[in-house]
């Protein structure tokens, strides 16, 4: 069973472009969740995906956008990128029909922005 | 508005001394209540999930347990490799809310 992946795991970029960011879900996984975390602080909820719809946004702008693909795996993608945005991007999978509760994170994406 | 709050911010332990890490929560539709230890450049590793007041749960050399307002987590005679950041997270309508953590250091 292969866990949460995600890529790239390191990036750097100047503000003003935008970035995509990926995530291969846990097996039998249909529900994706992104997760923001600055240095020093908590992650913080972007939003989550379910049947390849948006189902729930935290505070962020709408230029933070996503994306999930049959298989379960889904993207982030930021725009007009700003200094404030740089941070460890977590993605995170679960079972929605389980409800275990469980929600297992990958490793993150370090995004750079200057 | 949910909030969750914990306390230490930092905490400095000897190896084998024991002590608690407290998780302050209100948190609308609560729908549990996750732990989850984060090492540095990591992502966070799951830990436990509590879902009721009184509810209790152990792993090796922690054990986590809940109120209907706060939940604690007892780290009993840590080792150096328990060094960690722990954070706790309220679960609410299909998301998780973070502490901002505590980071524990470990000591020989």
């Known amino acids: 069973e292969t866990g949460v992946t995600q890529s790239p795991t390191h990036l750097i970029k100047t503000r003003g472009q935008q970035v995509t960011l990926r995530c291969s879900s846990q097996s039998g996984h249909n529900t994706v969740s992104w997760y923001q975390q600055a240095l020093g602080q908590g992650p913080q909820f972007i939003f989550q995906?379910?049947?390849?719809?948006?189902?729930g946004r935290g505070n962020f702008p709408p230029r933070f956008s996503g994306l999930q693909f049959p298989n379960y795996s889904s993207e982030l993608n930021v725009n007009a990128l700003e200094l404030d945005d740089s941070a460890l991007y977590l993605c995170?999978?679960?079972?929605?029909?389980?409800?275990?509760?469980?929600?297992?994170f990958g490793e993150g994406s370090r995004l750079t922005v200057l | 508005e949910d909030q969750v709050t914990q306390s230490p911010e930092a905490l400095r332990l000897q190896e084998g001394e024991s002590s608690s890490l407290n998780c302050s929560y209100t948190v609308s539709g609560l729908r549990g209540l996750f732990w989850y230890r984060q090492d540095p450049g990591k992502g966070p590793e799951f830990l436990f999930t509590?879902?009721?007041a009184g509810e209790e749960k152990e792993k090796e050399r922690l054990k986590a347990t809940l109120t209907k307002k706060e939940s604690f987590l007892h780290i009993t005679a840590p080792k150096p490799e328990d060094s960690a950041t722990y954070l706790c997270a309220p679960r609410g309508t299909d998301k998780l809310i973070f502490g901002t953590g505590t980071r524990l250091q470990v000591f020989p």
């Open positions: 995906y379910y049947r390849e719809e948006e189902n």
């Open positions: 509590l879902y009721s």
């Open positions: 995170a999978s679960r079972d929605r029909n389980r409800d275990t509760g469980e929600l297992f």
